[in-house]
């Protein structure tokens, strides 16, 4: 256990308090703690003295609230936390994490942020290299989800600038289209962006969950038939829960045939950039127009840590720019294209760009490439677990990215007709697998219906970097499902 300064100010406390919590994780299975200890939220509420108004007493009270806190959070950087599209964070990021908040400092200006801006702008052009695009802009959100509304707000003002300024009344309605199997983000998009949910056409995809080209091509006519004006297609790199990625190259036909914006939300399978091995499952990805992108994700960067580019330079800026005086001052001593937050919709925003940048620059390429590769190779043997194992189905053949997913059958319905009443019963095992892991704390792993596609409730198992999983731990896991819904 790391020394804990028992005297000082609370934030080195706390930084011990870190160090330990940080030592906890890479302790041998045998010894881990639980990666949760569930409370429900009024059991939680009677824990923690959640009232404000007099002060604790001194530092150390302090100290013991913050180590309460992390009690009952949820060890995201265990292996076991498979909940979501993210987990463990990689050292070099949370050393950036430590420092920009430590430093305090606000993304907007180079006045501000001089190195900060620099090195933001340096991640951004390595993205856009790799992409393969000569030139263009980008830009840090705060979130995937924000991401995607870039992509949106840029589609609209390339074809129509001045709605900018006029807004969207009297206008035939502008449609997007998304396969059915998208992020949700793109439907509260086009709520904040005026399309309307309506005006958000879900695309059919095939059975692996990718967006059939056929059914782009027959939404787009009926949308014109209809007389609604077709403006932008987000396609899905990676989709959220069975990691299909859309095909670019037939998409971006479709989109160049009809003069339509193409936004890939590469937010989950867009890491494949950087592996060799995968990053043909991005064939395409040249075409977009605008990508947006989640190192937050697969890569272990600290949340949050989302980007978005566009090959189109300078529209960033005059599609979001409102040109503050008293913040984005023209007649600055300095070069003030670098003052570069007038492209953003936010106007305080963190600094998310260093912590990619300082994994960059401890990884390198070839390290991150490596970090990719494995999270593929465990996403694989896993997949090839759930083929082999009894009581284990695949819900796809084989994954496309690093979400594996399938039911597991219990003894009790293996071996029978697999009628409706069947499904019916084996859609209620998944979360009452879950219920069990989050109660004993021994794994977190996500499940979900497919209504769409008549799937019931079935295990999401997503890899992610880091930690770096080999099979030991992916037997663990599937052992744990099973143990704990074979007598059900
Ligand atoms: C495909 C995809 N796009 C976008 C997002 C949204 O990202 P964020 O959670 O950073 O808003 C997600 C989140 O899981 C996602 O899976």
New binding site residues.
């Given amino acids: 256990m790391a020394a804990e300064p028992d005297a000082g100010p609370l934030y080195r406390r706390v930084l011990a308090l870190v160090d330990e919590l940080r030592l906890a994780e890479s302790a041998p299975p045998a010894e881990r703690r639980p990666v949760l200890q569930f409370q429900s939220p009024a059991q939680l509420a009677q824990q923690l003295p959640l009232t404000l108004g007099e002060p604790l007493p001194d530092e150390s009270a302090l100290l013991q609230l913050c180590r309460q806190v992390a009690s009952y959070s949820v060890r995201t950087s265990d292996f076991r936390f498979r909940n979501?599209?993210?987990g463990g964070v990689d050292q070099y990021g949370l050393a950036g994490a430590l420092l920009t908040e430590c430093l305090n400092t606000n993304q907007h200006t180079f006045e501000v942020a001089p190195a900060f801006i620099l090195c933001e702008a340096a991640v951004l052009e390595h993205v856009r290299q790799l992409i393969g695009w000569q030139d263009g802009d980008g830009i840090f959100a705060?979130?995937?989800?924000?991401?995607?509304q870039y992509g949106l707000a840029l589609a609209r003002y390339h074809r129509h600038p001045e709605v900018k300024a006029r807004g969207l009344f009297g206008r035939r309605p502008m449609v997007v289209f998304t396969s059915e199997d998208?992020?949700y983000?793109i439907l509260k998009a086009a709520h904040w962006h005026g399309y309307g949910h309506d005006n958000v056409l879900a695309v059919p995809t095939d059975e692996c969950g990718r967006m059939r080209p056929d059914a782009l091509e027959a939404a787009v006519t009926r949308a014109l038939a209809e007389d609604r004006e077709p403006l932008v297609v987000n396609a899905?790199?990676?989709?959220?829960v069975l990691g299909a990625f859309d095909p670019l190259p037939e998409i971006a036909d479709i989109c160049h045939r009809h003069g339509l914006w193409l936004h890939v939300?590469?937010?989950?399978?867009g890491s494949a950039l950087l592996s060799r091995r995968w990053r043909p499952v991005l064939a395409g990805l040249e075409r977009a127009d605008s990508v947006?992108w989640?190192p937050?994700?697969m890569l272990g960067a600290p949340?949050?840590c989302?980007l978005f580019v566009t090959r189109h330079a300078g529209l960033l800026h005059r599609c979001n720019a409102a040109a503050a005086t008293y913040l984005f001052q023209q007649d600055k001593f300095y070069d003030v294209s670098f003052d570069t937050g007038d492209k953003s919709v936010q106007c305080g925003r963190k600094v998310d760009g260093f912590k990619l940048w300082l994994m960059w620059k401890a990884h390198g390429d070839a390290g991150l490439e490596r970090r990719v590769d494995a999270t593929f190779a465990a996403a694989g043997y896993c997949a090839d677990q759930v083929a082999q194992r009894p009581g284990f189905r695949p819900v796809l053949a084989s994954p496309q990215c690093a979400n594996v997913c399938f039911w597991y059958v219990p003894p009790s319905l293996r071996g029978q007709e697999e009628t409706a009443a069947w499904w019916e019963r084996l859609s209620q095992v998944a979360p009452r697998v879950k219920e069990a892991m989050v109660r004993r704390g021994s794994l977190m792993v996500g499940y979900q219906p497919l209504p769409h596609k008549q799937l019931v409730n079935f295990f999401r198992l997503v890899f992610t970097g880091v930690p770096e999983m080999g099979p030991a731990e992916v037997d663990y896991m599937l052992d744990e499902i099973d143990s704990l819904g074979r007598d059900l």
Avoid: E, R
């Avoid at 705060?142 to 995607?148: D, E, K, L, R, T």
């Fill in positions: 979501q599209l993210y705060a979130g995937g989800s924000m991401a995607n998208a992020h983000s899905t790199c990676g989709t959220t939300d590469a937010c989950w399978g947006a989640n937050h994700k949340l949050q989302s």
